[in-house]
C-alpha cells in the first residue's frame, strides 16, 4: 500500500532528515579528509579531495604502528569480555538458584558498588594496582575492564530467574554435577543476553580512552584509542595522517557492529519479554 503523506509527516520527515544531515556532516568530514592534503583539509574542509589516493593512509598505518597496538586492543578487549561473561554468569547462576541470606547480601553489596562511580575511586584505585605491581601490564587493565561481571551479573540474574528448572533437575537426576548442568544445560540458553552483553562490553572497552591512559604507560603496550590521543601534537598536528589513524582506530568497532546488530535486537527482546 501507498503511504499517503500528511502535512505532519511531511514536516516530521523533513526534520528527521535534517537531523540525519546533520549527524553525517562529520562522518563525511572524516572520511573525505583522509585523502586530502594538510593544506587541502584547512582550506578546503568539506570539499571533495583534487585526487583520491591511499598514501595517506600508508603513512597512518606506519605512523601508527597500527597491527601492533590493534593486537593489543584486540587482546585487552577479548580477555576482559570473556572474564565478563565467565564471571557474570556464574556468580549470577549462584545468586538466582541458592535464595539465602548470604546470596541476597552479596546482591546489594555488588549493587552499591556499581552505582559508585569509577572517577571517584580513581586515586585508591590507582593505588592498590600500584602495590599489586599491575600498572603498565596488560594483566592489570584487563583486571580493570573485568568489573563489568558486576553489569552482567544483574542482567543474568533475572534472566536465569525467569528460567523453568525442569531440565536442570533433570541433568542432577541423570548424576551431572553443578558445573556440568551450568555449562552444558543452563549457559546455551543464556546467548541472547550473552550476546547482548558481549557487543556492549566489547564497544565499551574497545574505545575505552580512560583506564588506558591511566594505566598503561608505555607505547608499545598502548591501544588503538590511545594511538588516536599520542597523534595529537602540542603545538602542531598532520591532520593528514590524523584522519586516517581515526578512520582506522574507528572501522573494527562498526564492522562489528554492523556484524552483530541482530543480536543486540534479539537479545534485548529476549529480555523484555523476559522481564
Known amino acids: 500500500m501507498r503511504k499517503k503523506y ?14 540525519c ?14 585523502f586530502k592534503t594538510q593544506r587541502e583539509i584547512v582550506e578546503a574542509p568539506l570539499a571533495l579531495p583534487s585526487s583520491l589516493n591511499l ?29 565478563i561473561v565467565v564471571l557474570g554468569s556464574m556468580a549470577a547462576y549462584a545468586i538466582a538458584r541458592r535464595p539465602n541470606r548470604l546470596t541476597k ?8 558498588g ?13 593505588l592498590i594496582m600500584k602495590h599489586l605491581g599491575l600498572i603498565n601490564t596488560y594483566q592489570g587493565l584487563i583486571f580493570l ?31 551431572a554435577g553443578v558445573f556440568r548442568t551450568f555449562w552444558q544445560i543452563v549457559f546455551p540458553l543464556l546467548r541472547p543476553v550473552t550476546a547482548t552483553l558481549v557487543i556492549f562490553n566489547t ?5 575505552d580512552f580512560l583506564l588506558s591512559y591511566l594505566f598503561l604507560s608505555s607505547n608499545d603496550k598502548s591501544t ?19 584522519m586516517p589513524v581515526l578512520v582506522l582506530a574507528v572501522t573494527p568497532m562498526i564492522i562489528f557492529y554492523i556484524v552483530m546488530q541482530r543480536h543486540i535486537v534479539a537479545g534485548l527482546t529476549a529480555g523484555s519479554l523476559r522481564g
Do not use: C, K
Not at 601492533?68 to 584486540?74: A, G, I, K, P
Open 55 to 83: 598514501v595517506n593512509y600508508m603513512r597512518a598505518l606506519e605512523t601508527m604502528d597500527f597491527f601492533r597496538h590493534f593486537f593489543n586492543s584486540l587482546l585487552i578487549t577479548s580477555l576482559s569480555v570473556i572474564l
Open 21 to 34: 544531515i546533520v549527524f553525517m556532516v562529520p562522518i563525511y568530514y572524516l572520511f573525505v579528509s583522509t
Open 203 to 207: 564497544i565499551w572497552i574497545w574505545n
Open 224 to 242: 588503538l584509542i590511545m594511538q588516536v590521543y599520542n597523534g595529537v601534537g602540542l603545538y602542531f598536528t598532520d591532520w593528514s595522517i590524523m
Open 6 to 19: 500528511t502535512p505532519t509527516t511531511l514536516f516530521t520527515e523533513f526534520i528527521l532528515l535534517a537531523v
Open 145 to 175: 575492564h573485568s568489573n563489568g561481571a558486576v553489569f552482567a551479573l544483574f542482567l543474568y540474574t533475572d534472566f536465569i530467574r525467569a528460567m523453568p528448572r525442569d531440565l536442570e533437575e533433570a541433568s542432577f537426576v541423570d548424576g
Open 105 to 112: 547480601f552479596l546482591r546489594s553489596y555488588f549493587l552499591i
Open 114 to 126: 556499581f552505582m559508585v562511580p569509577l572517577q571517584t575511586t580513581m586515586l585508591p584505585l590507582f
